[in-house]
């Protein structure tokens, strides 16, 4: 069962990350009196660190047992532990590691200095997601590309097809670095809330057409995937500009 797409609109970029990060933190609260550990699965991109200098900054963040988040993430470039692009970075760089979560379970992605090549990295996250990912992500965030990809699935690449597995080797990503590790839809498909975090008139097309009644998510990802529970479209007023008015 997948819940129906529900957007949100905020005024600008800043507003959505300041009132994505507040209902994370509650979102999280919530998810921690269910089960022991919250199991968070971040994003790269302006929006993924946008989020997180964000939650350095809601009041209730105290409130959150930050010992008892896993943290993941959706994707990972296939680059060497501190490189400045690589998306754990970004969001360290953000704040991440500001937050009091406890590193042995904060899940990076390899990097070539670990793992021969990208599908060794791939196959070492999918272990150990499985060790620890329980069965279901209480939140996935994504940010979402001009052309509709979410994580590092993008339109018509073969990588999306990738069945029976939990994460992938990307090569010849159309969004530089060429190569990454990204979960696959399968993995994406156990999520209780998948939100979306989309700013910028640049994202207008990507976003209508995402939420386009019948669009395939071969032709544009990000419609591709839905939480059990809750999928948000947390977007500013720039991004929902494709968008009808609410009726
Ligand atoms: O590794 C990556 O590049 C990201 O995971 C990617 O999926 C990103 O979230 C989108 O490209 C949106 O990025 P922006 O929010 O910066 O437009």
Same mark, same amino acid.
């Given at each position: ?162 069945? /029976?597995?939990? =994460?992938? @080797? !990307?090569?010849?990503?159309?969004? *530089?670095?060429? %190569? $990454? ?19 910028? /008139?640049?994202? =207008?097309? @990507? !976003?209508?057409?995402?939420?386009? *009644?019948?669009? %395939? $998510? ?19 007023? /720039? ?9």
């Amino acid at each position: 069962m997948s819940a129906e797409p529900r957007v949100v609109v905020h005024p600008d970029k800043q507003s959505l990350a300041d009132a994505a990060a507040a209902r994370l933190v509650t979102a999280i609260i919530d998810a921690q009196t269910r089960r022991p550990e919250a199991q968070l699965a971040l994003t790269g991109g302006s929006m993924g660190s946008a989020i997180i200098a964000s939650l350095a900054k809601v009041p209730g963040r105290s409130a959150v047992d930050w010992s008892r988040v896993r943290v993941w993430w959706g994707d990972e470039r296939y680059l060497p532990a501190g490189d400045p692009d690589r998306n754990d970075t970004q969001n360290d760089e953000a704040g991440l590691s500001a937050l009091g979560l406890d590193p042995a379970k904060v899940h990076r992605v390899a990097g070539p200095e670990v793992s021969e090549n990208a599908e060794a990295s791939a196959t070492a996250y999918a272990q150990t997601v499985r060790e620890h990912g329980q069965k279901a992500w209480d939140v996935v965030l994504f940010g979402v590309g001009p052309d509709g990809h979410v994580a590092s699935l993008f339109p018509h690449h073969p990588a999306q097809r990738i069945s /029976d597995a939990i =994460a992938v @080797a !990307v090569h010849d990503s159309p969004k *530089p670095p060429p %190569d $990454r590790v990204s979960l696959t839809f399968e993995c994406f498909d156990r999520s209780h809330e998948v939100w979306f975090l989309v700013a910028g /008139d640049d994202k =207008a097309e @990507a !976003v209508a057409a995402a939420l386009a *009644p019948g669009t %395939d $998510r071969w032709d544009v990802p990000a419609a591709g995937v839905r939480g059990t529970d809750a999928t948000l479209w947390l977007v500013d007023a /720039d991004a929902a500009s494709g968008l009808g008015s609410p009726d």
